[in-house]
Every structure is written in C-alpha cells, then in structure tokens.
C-alpha cells in the first residue's frame, strides 16, 4: 500500500522497520488488519546482525506463509562448541539436534537476506502502507487513538496518521520508548566486541570449528556460520576487546585481518564488515502505556551468544498479533494487552540471562580466572546453564491456590502428521489457533456440552491422537512426537494457545473439562466470549 489519505485511522502504526517490525506488519496484514509503519531510513540496513532463529520462531514464520521460503535461506546448525584455550571441550549445546518444534534447534541466517524475504512478503499485502524515510517527530495519544507526526527526510515534508495501537519496534535506542520517558533495568553485562563478517572466495574451503566460542583470555573468540546466499555460506567471528585497546584500532582492517590470520587469510576471503558492538543486558520496565506498546530491541537487548537478540523480538510479535487480532476484531477488551507485559518480560529476562550466564564463560581476560573456570567445568563442578525458559505468568491454567499449574507455560510439540487424508506439519493440516489435543478419541467423551460450545465459539481445533486418520478429528503421529510428549507430562489432553505455548493439561479425562471450563473462564476476564462469538 502506497501513501494514504491522512484521515485514515489505521489499525496498528508501526515505528521502525527492521525484522521485528517486519514480521510483526505481516502477521497483521494477514489477519486482515491495516499498518503504516514508518522508518527513518529510506533504504533497509544492508549489514547482517542476528545470524540465526531457533527452532520456534522457524515454526512460527513456516506458520505465516514462509515454509517453503525458509530452507532457501537459511541451513541447519551444527552443535555449538565452547573450548578452552587449549582446545579441551567445556560445554557442549548441541543446536543441530531434533527440536521439539521440528527440525534442528537453530537455523543460521544471512540477515539481509532474510529481510529481503520478510520484506517482499510485506509488500505482497495491500493493507500494509511503508514510509520509508520518514523520521517521527512527535507522539501522542487519546482516549481513543495514537498518532504520530512524521517529517520526510527527503523533501521536508510532514504528515499525521492515526492508529488504533501503536508500537515501538525501533531498536535499542527507541525515539518511542524515550518519549514514553520509560526506564530500562541494567542486568549488569557490559562488553565491547568486534565483529566481523567474511564471504568466502569461491572454491575456499576454511579448516575452522563449525560452530564454536574459543574461550581463551588471550583473545575471547567466536566463530560461526553467517547464513546463506545465493549458495554461498558466509561466516562470523567475534572477538573481545581487550582493556588496553581502543575501539578505533579495532575496527582498522589491518587489526580485522591480523585478528583473522589464524583463521582465513587476505587472499582466501572478503571483509563484509569489521566493527565493535557493545553488548549489554538490558530490559525495559515498562512495555505498554495505554495505546502505546515497545517490542524488539526496543523492550530488550542481550548478550548474543544464546543467539537470541531477534528471536525474543519475534516472540514479541506473536505474543501481540493474537491478542491485537482479537481485540482489533471486536472479540476481546483491550485489557487482554495488560497480559503482553506480564507474559514477555519473564521469559525476555530469563533469556537475558541465560544469554549472560554464556557471556560470563567466554568473556575472562584473566589468564588465572579463566583457569579456575577451566577446572570448574572440566572437573564437572561448574554450575550448568539454566534451562531455556517457558511461560510462568499470564493467561495459563491454575492450581487451586492460583500457582501455574504443570505443564502450562511450556511450549507444545510440533511434529508430522496425517490427517484428513493429507501427509503434512500439523500447523498446516489442523490450523493455527486454539487448539485441544487429546490422547485418544475415547477422551472425546469426557467433553461437556459446555465445553464443546465454547470450543466451537471459539473456533478452537479439537483433535486425537489416532492408529490412523480415517475418523474425523483423528491424527496420526508419524514421528511420534505428540503421544512421546503426553506421555512425558502424564497428560490425556493439552490445550494449546496461538501462540504454540500450552494453555494447560489434564492428567486424566476426568480433568478435560476443568481444563477447558479454566479456559473460558480465563478468556471471559478480558471480554473473549464474553458477549459474541471469537473468530
């Protein structure tokens, strides 16, 4: 969508347009809702950042319309190898393993590639308008809209659009969260790095780890792929800025290259860029202000060695887009968006130090404390990462005492099936959505006539696990995946979210309709069912 009248009150005005925003715009669009987004820059950032999504957000965007673009631009990772500075393996993740979502846990990524997909399928929509080169100089809201006021850099050129909603996916830095006057909590990590991307010459086969953190005081080191374009595979090193060296010197193509020599020499590669980030951990206090909501970079910034910086800004969008999709259709309150706050800024700050805890075993300049951490995890006594974390906070099942009850908060499995006659991925035979996954078709019987109004209501999938696919609503498992699950948590049924996360489950039949009465009754807190029907 080209321009449009200033009178038109859109849905949702988007400040900032890089992959958060991106995404973010396309899963509005194509839930039917209008988007202007305005960004400073006329052309998109040409230099690569994140270097890989994990396996849940390779669900999320495959859910939206990507899966058949994503394997074209990205590869599987390999597992993920933390050395010392003798080469004696410490810690061991391994990315390349079956995730629970499908596929490897980690996919690498060129990221202007990417975003030239992201920004092709944002383009293919008629509802989504782009003002590219438009700095916003002023927002406000009412009782009843946000609006902001943008000058075009090119021409001088002002206008005012108005919106429904407004959020604020405009970096670290965030004109939107500053004019909200919004604090950020520092989390205390603080370390400058050098990054540098190469591009192989043709034909250069480099004799490197694949994936790895070279944990040697003498120079803190990473090395990974870079993700993938037009067949060729770039790749990533990092290195630690040491405390008698100055960022100018650093960011010389003669120190890049002198960094490098072990590695990849002059004549084997090309420099895409040499320069010193600083990585810090920070986590705003407040992630919405009425009308007004932060999300990305904007909301959070982390250390990047979990590879985690961009996919905790694309749980952010789904997270909104199914609760703005509600709200913007007259099918829920606006309170429903008390709950992105109280959802997202757990598990954002749980990754913030999980992504710590990983910068903390590389950054050690010290050559006697990166001893003493040598000995720690050689000798098995080193305390070992947290886990990635689930939902603890929000619209999930409760004990009776108002505890998040098990296995609520976890993120469901994702896995092949067969279903209706068709050999597929579940989101895209069964739907996306609601979704009550039983485990067994006997289990059908434990349902009230309430609850299966309120299903129907809600337009909420309700399906078996099943020896074949022949009886209506019934699946087959082909990689086992969901009874191996249930199975796991002791569960007859789980209700999933939009979002992929679990609802709750139920033990045995019996609690089914307890499980599914605690929906209803959670949903109908923020107007969801309340008075009409949910599409």
Not at 25 to 35: D, E, Y
Not at 230 to 238: L, S
Not at 288 to 302: Q, Y
């Amino acid at each position: 969508m080209s321009n449009a009248n200033s009178g038109v009150i859109y849905d949702v005005i988007q400040v900032g347009y890089g992959p958060v925003s991106q995404v973010l715009a396309m899963t509005l669009a194509r839930q039917g809702h209008t988007v202007s987004v305005f960004e400073l820059w006329p052309e998109r950032f040409p230099l690569p950042r994140a270097v890989c999504i994990d396996h849940e957000m390779y669900r999320m965007l495959s859910a939206i319309g990507l899966r058949d673009q994503l394997p074209t631009i990205s590869h599987p990772a390999p597992a993920y190898r933390w050395f010392n500075a003798d080469w004696k393996e410490l810690l061991h993740i391994d990315w390349s393993a079956e995730s629970i979502s499908g596929g490897s846990e980690v996919n690498f990524i060129h990221q202007p590639t990417l975003e030239e997909m992201f920004d092709a399928t944002v383009n293919s929509y008629r509802e989504v308008e782009l003002n590219l080169g438009w700095e916003v100089t002023e927002i406000r809201q009412t009782a009843g809209y946000a609006e902001v006021v943008a000058r075009e850099t090119a021409t001088g050129k002002t206008r005012t659009a108005r919106a429904k909603y407004l959020i604020g996916v405009d970096g670290a830095n965030s004109p939107v969260r500053r004019s909200l006057g919004i604090e950020r909590e520092d989390l205390g990590f603080e370390a400058d790095w050098l990054v540098i991307d190469i591009l192989p010459n043709e034909g250069v086969e480099l004799d490197i780890p694949p994936a790895a953190q070279y944990c040697n005081p003498a120079r803190p080191t990473t090395i990974v792929p870079a993700g993938i374009r037009d067949g060729r595979y770039y790749r990533r090193w990092e290195f630690m800025r040491l405390p008698n060296e100055s960022r100018e010197e650093l960011e010389l193509e003669e120190t890049a290259w002198k960094l490098l020599e072990p590695w990849v020499k002059p004549g084997q590669a090309v420099i895409q860029r040499a320069k010193v980030y600083n990585f810090r951990s920070l986590i705003a206090r407040t992630w919405r202000d009425k009308r007004i909501m932060l999300a990305g970079d904007a909301a959070h910034v982390m250390p990047p060695f979990m590879g985690q910086g961009m996919c905790a800004g694309l749980r952010d969008d789904w997270n909104l887009a199914w609760k703005l999709n509600l709200i913007l259709r007259g099918k829920a309150d606006e309170s429903l968006l008390d709950t992105y706050q109280t959802e997202r800024r757990p598990h954002a700050r749980d990754v913030i130090e999980l992504s710590m805890y990983l910068g903390k075993v590389i950054c050690i300049p010290d050559p006697a404390v990166a001893a003493e951490r040598d000995a720690a995890f050689l000798g098995g006594t080193a305390t070992p990462p947290p886990p990635f974390p689930s939902l603890v906070d929000g619209i999930l099942h409760r004990a009776a005492d108002g505890s998040v009850k098990a296995p609520a908060g976890l993120l469901s499995p994702h896995g092949t099936i067969a279903y209706g006659g068709k050999k597929g991925r579940f989101d895209d035979l069964v739907g996306l959505g609601f979704v009550l996954v039983l485990r067994g078709a006997q289990d059908r019987a434990a349902l009230s006539a309430e609850n299966l109004v309120f299903l129907e209501k809600l337009d909420a999938k309700v399906v078996h696990l099943a020896p074949d696919d022949t009886a209506a609503g019934g699946f087959v498992g082909l990689d086992g995946k969901y009874a191996a699950y249930m199975d796991a948590h002791e569960i007859r049924a789980m209700l999933v979210r939009p979002d992929f996360y679990l609802y709750g489950g139920a033990a045995g039949a019996a609690e089914i309709p307890d499980l599914v009465d605690s929906l209803a009754a959670d949903l109908k807190r923020y107007g969801i069912l309340a008075t009409a029907e949910a599409a």
